[in-house]
């Protein structure tokens, strides 16, 4: 119940395309969801996230869309970049928790 | 503004010998802080992690330790490294769930 199912475990997308990774969870008591970003080296950055009272969320080209119902939430890339090839990882957290529990991470590189 | 150190970036060290890895934030009190391992190419495994001074909570039976000496500062250690010790090692620390912020990394490669 504690587990996030994250997919694709790797992506490969042209560039200008769109970028879709996925990520499903169990546990109905999570209400926070965010997405981060790692570049080869790097530690991971948070690159957004969302909460479930809300159905998308949009930052620039990046979008959260989150189906409750279905207990499955989504991170767009549109125009997809070449800067934007790097490990993406999505994470589910509840408040009175101390911890987040990390998806298993999507590889996406973007081809010039 | 608050900032996350972390060191040393990279580290080879004999199979056997000791380790401690120093994680020390700034501009935060109290600050719920974490160390992860992330094997090559794969995800973020949460080893330890600490609410305050002294408390350690233990994710994964394994060969390393942690301790928080100080409010800001998270160690980790092994008194004997093993070849699996080798990985990417990253400290984070957050204000509330979810709002983690990582540090650079450190890269041991144990030989």
């Known amino acids: 119940q504690q587990q996030v199912k994250q997919s694709p475990q790797s992506l490969i997308v042209q560039k200008g395309g769109i970028s879709i990774i996925n990520c499903a969870y169990e546990?109905?008591?999570?209400?926070?969801f965010p997405w981060y970003q790692q570049f080869p080296g790097k530690g991971p950055a948070l690159l957004i996230a969302?909460?479930?009272?809300?159905s998308e969320k949009k930052e620039g080209r990046f979008t959260i869309s989150f189906n409750k119902s279905a207990k499955q939430f989504s991170l767009h890339i549109m125009d997809s970049q070449p800067g934007d090839s790097a490990t993406y990882f999505c994470?589910?957290?509840?408040?009175?928790?101390?911890?987040?529990?990390f998806g298993s991470g999507t590889r996406l590189s973007i081809r010039p | 503004s608050q900032t996350i150190h972390q060191w040393p970036a990279t580290l080879v060290q004999p199979v056997g010998s000791p380790l401690s890895l120093e994680c020390t934030v700034e501009?935060?009190?109290?600050?719920?802080l974490y160390w992860y391992r992330q094997a090559a190419g794969r995800g973020l495994q949460l080893l330890f992690y600490?609410?305050?001074?002294?408390?350690i909570s233990s994710e994964v039976p394994q060969n390393l330790s942690a301790s928080r000496p100080q409010d800001r500062q998270f160690i980790l250690s092994s008194k004997k490294l093993l070849l699996s010790d080798s990985g990417f090692y990253l400290c984070a620390w957050s204000a509330g769930p979810g709002g983690y912020t990582f540090g650079s990394g450190t890269r041991l490669t144990v030989v």
């Open positions: 546990n109905t008591a999570f209400d926070y």
């Open positions: 994470a589910a957290a509840y408040s009175s928790a101390s911890k987040i529990i």
């Open positions: 600490s609410v305050g001074i002294g408390q």
């Open positions: 501009g935060t009190s109290n600050p719920n």
């Open positions: 969302i909460r479930p009272d809300v």
